[in-house]
């Protein structure tokens, strides 16, 4: 079945740098966009970052446009997430997602488990 | 940037019970909005999108409606399994926004 695996998370000091791998399994990765949505401890899930099907553009949230890149390598199935100058509200648990459609805007049928990213001092 | 309105937040309820859950856009997102559930510890699960259509493998007892700006989430008639908290979601411009989520509690 369709599946996501996260890896990469860890304890890092404030204007650190982390980068997140997610790898994909099961499905025709380079037909989908692909999402990092994080959720901090007991809040709500909060969008990240999107890369369409074809790595041609990247969308960003507010909060960490400038700081976090993301990109993916079709060869090997694997979508990153590279972070930057990270801050304490950037704690959270990591998840990638799988867009439902290609190249549109669409819900997030599929999920990984996440990965756990600590920032502290 | 469009925000999300969920109402309300906690929900107790008891199993047997209908239940409806309301989530609000700032604008008109048209039909891109997908609710989910989300149990704890667990990565959130797509049960609806385009407003109304069911996710495959999800039980028919959920159903979701509206467009625009006003949107609904019902459970005909509420399971044991589904206690857990359920996040609104809209994607209509590339720029994803969730609800603060509706957590359904044993009552």
């Known amino acids: 079945q369709e599946q996501l695996v996260e890896s990469g998370g860890g304890v890092v000091q404030p204007g650190g740098s982390l980068k997140l791998s997610c790898t994909a399994s099961?499905?025709?990765?380079?037909?989908?966009?692909l999402h990092w949505v994080r959720q901090a401890p007991g809040k709500g899930p909060e969008w990240v970052a999107f890369?369409?099907?074809?790595?041609?553009?990247?969308y960003y949230a507010d909060a960490v446009k400038g700081r976090f890149t993301v990109s993916r390598d079709t060869s090997k199935n694997i979508l990153f997430l590279q972070m930057n100058s990270l801050r304490g509200d950037d704690s959270a648990l990591y998840y990638c997602?799988?867009?439902?459609?290609?190249?549109?805007?669409?819900?997030?049928?599929?999920w990984g488990q996440g990965t756990m990213v600590t920032v502290s001092s | 940037d469009i925000q999300l309105t969920q109402s309300p937040s906690t929900l107790p309820a008891s199993v047997g019970d209908r239940v409806t859950i309301t989530c609000r856009a700032s604008q008109s997102i048209s039909k891109w909005l997908a609710w989910y559930q989300q149990k704890p510890g667990k990565a959130p699960k797509l049960l609806i999108y385009?407003?109304?259509t069911l996710e495959t493998g999800v039980p028919l007892r959920f159903s979701g409606s509206g467009s625009g700006t006003e949107f609904t989430l019902t459970i005909t008639s509420l399971q044991p399994d589904d206690f857990g908290t359920y996040y609104c979601?809209?994607?209509?411009?590339?720029?994803?926004?969730f609800g603060l989520g509706t957590k359904v509690e044993i009552k």
């Open positions: 099961a499905f025709i990765f380079r037909n989908y966009g």
């Open positions: 890369v369409r099907y074809d790595g041609s553009n990247e």
């Open positions: 997602a799988k867009s439902a459609d290609g190249s549109a805007a669409d819900a997030f049928d599929i």
């Open positions: 385009k407003a109304s």
């Open positions: 979601q809209e994607y209509s411009s590339y720029s994803w926004t």
